[in-house]
């Protein structure tokens, strides 16, 4: 399994390749193994060692294996070149060890060893793809997907050759520089001492340059464009005539200061005729107070300002009181507000504040801390005014978030007693892996009981459905005083994604899998890692009910939590239908 040297490469010399990557070198201009050898300064970044290019191949095979949702050509393609420069790292690492656990240096390959890589791989790489294809067509038909690309899945390895390449050329143009650096030291340290200091500084100016230029720098371009687009509004989205609702007449927060999100929040909604046509009785407009990130500085200061708009539009004094954590550049889900107003019966208020321009899949990665402040500022703010009113005069109040949303609405809980004692109940849809207590809700579940599904407490207060229609288990127990309810699909990459997956095989994987999870997804070291995370900026593009999308079961959840009365199924049935379409 050891590569080769090329006869005018010496073990320490300017073109040898780096440790364990001597290999089988593909001579510039023959582009064969082992044939007529160039300078090595000229070929150093063409040859491919063996044990490398087996690993790749095995692992960029492994790379279609089934992940949670449908992946076209185009996504395949970058999953396989990533996995497969991984899986070539790892078969020089471990052509590495072998030969020091040997004491030998590196030899060239046999002599049939490259002729039976070509013909083996390409082969091994074709029933994997074919396998990939079938698996793939499983995983649509599952959730009803139907859009398909032929071009793009036969286009999907050629796609992973370029990204193979150009990760495989920038590892070799990072070791280029260290070997630079290396010998530049070696004039004033030793050989060792020259390597180690080369790799600190190499590593050093690499984190550097992903992190403060690249990162920040994508981040800052991201944040511009996106405070740009914060400045429109969605087409159909008019200013509120109203005073019920924050921008309209003698609101506190001026219509422009909402932006794009905020506008679309307090502009829409359903209508007391709306309501009055699911609930058959007369209906009150509902409430809906919003600050944006022109309305304020700081995040405390803009949820003092949209809790004062909420009491000015008499939010206080409706029955129910919904306190929502946005997700990203200040969305609330249209599905989880309309949804509870209407069962509310129009006799409800809401309240929300923007936190970044970002959209939520950038927020989720570089925005958390600010998610965080303004999920417990927003809620400490109508919190102490909730306090001040007479218990006889209070709302319910009741908490909701979806994906990071949720995460910064459990910012201003330490647990289920907190959420218990200070709410009505709460509805957190799409939780991502990292949410403190969702995590130790999931970590602390009763035995038994599964991770896409668990029971915390025998569901006294918190629970976990996928499918609030069909109930929430445990089915047999008693679930009185506040619900707080976790919605959750066992195909939501959001949900499921963490690092943790690159070494370790989580307990969702190992367990009977999810109703919309194919059965032949397992969990493999590094490639499950990389296909959840391609997984998530495509976690809405699936149909409702899969995926990050959980549009009409915002019905279900919310009559669950909030214990509404005189709902039929038939109603709830016709509601479903009217959240369905608006979606």
């Given at each position: 399994?050891?590569?080769?040297?090329?006869?005018?490469?010496?073990?320490?010399?300017?073109?040898?390749?780096?440790?364990?990557?001597?290999?089988?070198?593909?001579?510039?201009?023959?582009?064969?193994?082992?044939?007529?050898?160039?300078?090595?300064?000229?070929?150093?970044?063409?040859?491919?060692?063996?044990?490398g290019s087996w690993g790749a191949v095995v692992l960029g095979c492994l790379s279609f294996t089934p992940s949670l949702l449908p992946r076209g050509g185009l996504l395949q393609g970058?999953?396989?070149?990533?996995?497969?420069?991984?899986?070539?790292?790892?078969?020089?690492?471990?052509?590495?060890?072998?030969?020091?656990?040997?004491?030998?240096?590196?030899?060239?390959?046999?002599?049939?060893?490259?002729?039976?890589?070509?013909?083996?791989?390409?082969?091994l790489f074709g029933v994997f793809f074919g396998f990939g294809q079938y698996w793939q067509y499983e995983i649509r038909r599952l959730m009803g997907v139907t859009d398909y690309s032929v071009p793009l899945a036969v286009a999907s390895p050629f796609i992973a050759v370029l990204v193979f390449c150009l990760l495989l050329l920038t590892g070799r143009g990072i070791r280029g520089?260290?070997?630079?650096?290396?010998?530049?030291?070696?004039?004033?340290?030793?050989?060792?001492?020259?390597?180690?200091?080369?790799?600190?500084?190499?590593?050093?100016?690499?984190?550097?340059?992903?992190?403060?230029?690249?990162?920040?720098?994508?981040?800052?371009l991201a944040n511009q464009a996106f405070s740009v687009r914060n400045t429109t509004t969605q087409e159909g989205v008019h200013q509120p005539t109203t005073s019920l609702r924050s921008g309209g007449p003698g609101s506190l927060v001026p219509w422009d200061s909402l932006g794009l999100q905020g506008r679309g929040f307090t502009g829409t909604g359903p209508s007391p005729s709306d309501i009055t046509g699911f609930t058959h009785r007369p209906a009150a407009e509902p409430i809906r107070a919003y600050a944006g990130l022109a309305s304020s500085d700081s995040t405390e200061s803009r949820a003092s300002l949209a809790v004062a708009d909420l009491k000015r539009a008499g939010g206080f004094q409706r029955k129910n009181l919904l306190v929502v954590t946005t997700t990203g550049s200040g969305w609330v889900d249209p599905a989880a507000v309309d949804s509870f107003e209407y069962l509310?019966?129009?006799?409800?208020?809401?309240?929300?504040?923007?936190?970044?321009?970002?959209?939520?899949?950038?927020?989720?990665?570089?925005?958390?801390?600010?998610?965080?402040?303004?999920?417990?500022?927003?809620?400490?703010?109508?919190?102490?005014?909730?306090?001040?009113?007479?218990?006889?005069?209070?709302?319910?109040?009741?908490?909701?978030?979806?994906?990071?949303?949720?995460?910064?609405?459990?910012?201003?809980?330490?647990?289920?007693?907190?959420?218990?004692?200070?709410?009505?109940?709460?509805?957190?849809?799409?939780?991502?892996?990292?949410?403190?207590?969702?995590?130790q809700f999931s970590d602390q579940r009763d035995p038994g009981s599964p991770e896409i599904q668990p029971v915390y407490r025998d569901g006294r207060t918190v629970r976990f459905t996928s499918n609030p229609a069909t109930g929430v288990p445990p089915a047999d127990r008693p679930w009185d005083g506040t619900r707080v309810l976790y919605l959750m699909h066992p195909s939501d990459p959001i949900v499921w994604w963490s690092p943790r997956l690159i070494f370790n095989a989580p307990d969702w994987l190992t367990e009977q899998h999810g109703k919309d999870v194919l059965k032949g997804m397992l969990w493999l070291p590094f490639v499950t890692f990389w296909?959840?995370?391609?997984?998530?900026?495509?976690?809405?593009?699936?149909?409702?009910?899969?995926?990050?999308?959980?549009?009409?079961?915002?019905?279900?959840?919310?009559?669950?939590?909030?214990?509404?009365?005189?709902?039929?199924?038939?109603?709830?049935?016709?509601?479903?239908?009217?959240?369905?379409?608006?979606?």
């Open positions: 399994m050891s590569g080769t040297r090329g006869p005018q490469e010496h073990p320490n010399g300017a073109g040898a390749p780096a440790a364990g990557e001597a290999g089988a070198g593909l001579a510039a201009g023959s582009g064969t193994p082992g044939g007529s050898a160039q300078p090595a300064r000229h070929r150093k970044l063409l040859y491919a060692t063996l044990p970058m999953i396989c070149g990533i996995t497969a420069a991984i899986g070539y790292g790892l078969g020089v690492l471990a052509a590495c060890v072998w030969r020091a656990f040997a004491d030998r240096e590196p030899r060239p390959a046999r002599r049939r060893s490259w002729p039976a890589f070509f013909i083996g791989a390409p082969i520089i260290y070997r630079r650096l290396s010998d530049l030291l070696k004039r004033w340290v030793g050989t060792r001492a020259a390597r180690a200091v080369g790799w600190i500084l190499v590593t050093g100016l690499a984190y550097l340059i992903v992190t403060s230029l690249l990162l920040d720098g994508f981040v800052a509310a019966g129009g006799d409800s208020a809401t309240v929300a504040i923007q936190y970044s321009y970002l959209p939520s899949w950038i927020s989720y990665l570089v925005d958390q801390s600010k998610a965080r402040a303004a999920g417990r500022d927003l809620f400490d703010a109508v919190y102490d005014a909730w306090l001040q009113l007479p218990q006889s005069r209070r709302p319910r109040l009741f908490v909701a978030g979806e994906s990071l949303g949720s995460f910064g609405s459990e910012a201003a809980f330490s647990g289920e007693a907190d959420l218990r004692i200070r709410t009505a109940g709460t509805l957190f849809a799409g939780p991502p892996n990292f949410n403190p207590l969702f995590r296909q959840v995370t391609a997984d998530l900026p495509f976690s809405t593009g699936v149909p409702d009910g899969h995926g990050h999308k959980y549009t009409a079961e915002y019905v279900d959840a919310w009559n669950a939590v909030m214990r509404t009365a005189d709902i039929t199924a038939q109603d709830l049935a016709h509601l479903k239908e009217v959240i369905a379409a608006e979606g």
